[in-house]
């Protein structure tokens, strides 16, 4: 028994995208309803991610086991769900693996990120930076400046210290040991000459600690005078840290704190970024 469409699982929600040339505001485009009521069951596996029964499929998905039924078995014909011959249980199939793969592939993390410092800049009137880590260390790559610019010496192509911004420290707290060794090592030959045993030193850890327990780096008057930052980082679906997004501005407007109404508007966008690149999905439950 399969799920059965026809023209009554249409829902009718507006005329296609450019006609809607009358002034009238756009109204949600037309979709099938069988298959919205159908990604309630795949949605149910893949936020459960473990073999589930068919009763607890209903119940997670709001819709009776029987009903669910068809359309597990319209899946399973597709290749999105399989079926434990053992058990019973239902849990997603190959299909939805080479769907995930294709859509990661897709993926670019500063497209992504860039929407969401779009809307974070126009929510918190504060500059919002993002870095990637380039071949010099942290690099910026967007920079996105409220109605009234904050004057600081920082411009897309800026390479960042590892250690004397916070930018470069939430890099150096989520990237593996022996990279940001090497990294230290070599900023510190460029900037002073010589080598460096900092990362060792306990309140180097310390801080790196304390970042990675927050989630979040936070400046004060660092790395310029007068000027505050908080810090987040990104990750991709394998949990890698992708790009850290960074709040600006000046102090005694911009406390920095990290439990303020700012610092959970930046963990907010931060963790949305992530989800969009599949971290959340693939690492972390979804809620």
Not at 4 to 19: A, I, K, V
Not at 50 to 74: C, E, F, N, Q, T
Not at 271 to 281: D, E, F, M, Q
Request: hydrophobic fraction near 40%; charge should be negative; include cysteine.
């Amino acid at each position: 028994m399969t799920a059965m469409l026809d023209e009554s699982d249409e829902t009718d929600g507006g005329p296609p995208p450019g006609d809607e040339g009358n002034g009238a505001a756009p109204r949600r485009q037309r979709g099938i309803q069988s298959i919205e009521v159908g990604l309630r069951v795949l949605q149910a596996l893949t936020e459960q991610r473990r073999p589930l029964p068919l009763k607890d499929i209903g119940r997670l998905a709001d819709m009776a086991p029987a009903k669910a039924h068809p359309y597990l078995v319209s899946f399973m014909q597709g290749g999105l769900v399989k079926q434990n011959p053992l058990t019973g249980h239902y849990e997603l199939g190959p299909g939805a693996l080479q769907l995930g793969l294709a859509a990661l592939q897709q993926l670019d993390p500063l497209t992504e990120a860039s929407q969401e410092a779009a809307q974070l800049a126009a929510a918190s009137d504060l500059s919002i930076a993002l870095a990637v880590w380039g071949q010099l260390g942290p690099t910026v790559v967007r920079l996105d400046e409220p109605r009234y610019p904050l004057h600081v010496n920082l411009r897309v192509g800026t390479v960042m210290s590892l250690f004397n911004t916070i930018t470069g420290r939430v890099f150096a707290a989520y990237l593996p040991e022996k990279m940001v060794r090497s990294m230290l090592e070599d900023e510190h030959r460029r900037v002073v000459g010589g080598t460096s045993a900092s990362f060792d030193a306990p309140e180097v850890q310390a801080l790196l600690s304390e970042i990675r327990a927050t989630g979040m780096g936070r400046g004060v008057s660092m790395p310029q005078p007068g000027v505050n930052t908080l810090c987040a980082p990104v990750f991709d679906a394998a949990g890698h840290i992708a790009l850290v997004m960074t709040m600006i501005g000046p102090q005694g407007v911009f406390d920095a704190e990290i439990d303020s109404a700012a610092g959970e508007l930046l963990r907010k966008h931060a963790r949305r970024t992530s989800l969009r690149l599949g971290h959340s999905v693939l690492t972390t439950a979804i809620g």
